[in-house]
């Protein structure tokens, strides 16, 4: 599985756009990029993924490179309930096969009021 | 729907002593794992399993046992407690096709003295 690298800690006011980068440069053509959020010590929550296009949902928009080494979480406008630690992983999907994910230490997000 | 069920919340082990760690969904997802966050760290993969049967190692399978002897169960058995297994735990289910992501348990927070 191709591993990411994220900032570790970023900053945003409320109400603005929170623009959350991650580096996948040895990411596979099989391999969709995947983010979640973890709030405070409680289980990380799924927030959105994608393979190779722009995704949108109710959450947040994902915005992948043309050349798929790297994307950015969009949070359009952050409210202080959207301080959290944000992960960016890689995954290929295929079924019954190897399922192997990790997760790295991800971007702590502060939104400041 | 329950969603995925970690239980105990809480536990408080004596050094040497064994515990199972459960975990439960009711999602029918054939992808289970374990993982284990320590203090101001990421998520570290103990154990996966991607169907009945079928269990594997992940990044810190070292003093952990897994079975999955059903799709809905997936427990995690601590065979000699030891200070350094002092962590949160985490139970996470997936269907193979990832559509959703991964589904986290509220974690079960273990204190080894």
């Known amino acids: 599985d191709a591993k990411t690298t994220q900032p570790p800690s970023m900053d945003c006011a409320e109400g603005r756009a929170a623009n959350l980068p991650c580096n996948h440069s040895t990411i596979s053509g099989n391999e969709y990029v995947y983010w979640y959020r973890q709030i405070h010590s409680q289980g990380p929550q799924y927030i959105i993924h994608g393979l190779k296009n722009n995704e949108t949902n109710e959450m947040a928009s994902l915005i992948i490179t043309e050349d798929r080494k790297s994307s950015t979480l969009i949070l359009p406008h952050a409210t202080l309930r959207d301080t959290a630690v944000y992960y960016c992983?890689?995954?290929?999907?295929?079924?019954?096969?190897?399922?192997?994910?990790?997760f790295g230490t991800g971007t702590k997000l502060q939104v400041i009021p | 729907n329950a969603g995925v069920t970690q239980t105990p919340k809480f536990q408080v082990l004596k050094t040497g002593q064994s515990m199972t760690l459960q975990c439960a969904q009711d999602m029918n997802h054939e992808y289970m794992s374990w993982y284990r966050q320590d203090p101001g760290m990421g998520l570290r993969l103990i154990h996966y399993?991607?169907?009945?049967?079928?269990?594997d190692q992940g990044e810190v399978p070292n003093g952990y046992n897994v079975s999955r002897s059903t799709t809905e169960d997936f427990p995690l058995r601590l065979l000699s407690a030891a200070p350094s297994q002092t962590s949160v735990y985490f139970c996470a289910s997936s269907d193979i096709g990832g559509d959703y992501g991964y589904t986290f348990g509220s974690g079960t927070r273990l204190t080894v003295v």
């Open positions: 399993s991607v169907g009945a049967g079928i269990t």
């Open positions: 992983i890689v995954r290929a999907l295929s079924a019954g096969g190897y399922q192997k994910v990790t």
